[in-house]
T-cell receptor
Framework: SQQGEEDPQALSIQEGENATMNCSYKTSINNLQWYRQNSGRGLVHLILIRSNEREKHSGRLRVTLDTSKKSSSLLITASRAADTASYFCATDVSGTYKYIFGTGTRLKVLA | DTEVTQTPKHLVMGMTNKKSLKCEQHMGHRAMYWYKQKAKKPPELMFVYSYEKLSINESVPSRFSPECPNSSLLNLHLHALQPEDSALYLC??????????????FGPGTRLTVL
């Protein structure tokens, strides 16, 4: 399977703390994207990092990419209860418009 | 309009029924996708349409039949489904570019239950 792996599978933190989740993938990529999914709903795109980038920021989000290790991390700083959701990384299959989603991290932020 | 809409929100059908899921976007995107998502699992790609033509079929059983009548609409026709087909069906769209694949915009999904 080309599916990426994410860890941890589940994460529970207090409001105001930082949350870090990791994604590993198997094949070469053009870019890696992170999505958020609130319970039982559609996915929302958070951030895209290209294969020639190492770090990217967007508001409280910081994404890193290490193509030599085929891994990425998503850091959410100063978390809020509204950040409670599942987070998925997605990688493209080089040469196609096919996306492979990682297994996901379920984040719970306690108020 | 940066929204992908899906109808219906919920669908319950028997194994002998024929039903259709509908997806619509007005962002001018020329790539549209169907995904299937089981509970606590990631979305799994089913089909990709590019410029209204089917470009990827992930070996999906023929009881699922996609259709792209125009650049804004994507349908998924369902026939003789099995209970294990019960899932959240997500539609997405993205721009077609000559460079890196861009981000996808997802609809809220249709929750399908097959009895």
């Amino acid at each position: 399977s080309q599916q990426g792996e994410e860890d941890p599978q589940a994460l529970s933190i207090q409001e105001g703390e930082n949350a870090t989740m990791n994604c590993s993938y198997k094949t070469s990529i053009n870019n890696l994207q992170w999505y958020r999914q609130n319970s039982g709903r559609g996915l929302v795109h958070l951030i895209l990092i290209r294969s020639n980038e190492r770090e990217k920021h967007s508001g409280r989000l910081r994404v890193t990419l290490d193509t030599s290790k085929k891994s990425s991390s998503l850091l959410i700083t100063a978390s809020r209860a509204a950040d409670t959701a599942s987070y998925f990384c997605a990688t493209d299959v080089s040469g196609t418009y096919k996306y492979i989603f990682g297994t996901g991290t379920r984040l719970k932020v306690l108020a | 309009d940066t929204e992908v809409t899906q109808t219906p929100k919920h669908l319950v059908m028997g194994m002998t029924n024929k039903k259709s899921l509908k997806c619509e976007q007005h962002m001018g995107h020329r790539a549209m996708y169907w995904y299937k998502q089981k509970a606590k699992k990631p979305p799994e790609l089913m089909f990709v349409y590019s410029y209204e033509k089917l470009s990827i079929n992930e070996s999906v059983p023929s009881r699922f039949s996609p259709e792209c009548p125009n650049s804004s609409l994507l349908n998924l026709h369902l026939h003789a489904l099995q209970p294990e087909d019960s899932a959240l069906y997500l539609c997405a769209s993205s721009q077609r570019t000559s460079g890196y694949p861009p981000e996808q915009f997802f609809g809220p999904g249709t929750r399908l239950t097959v009895l």
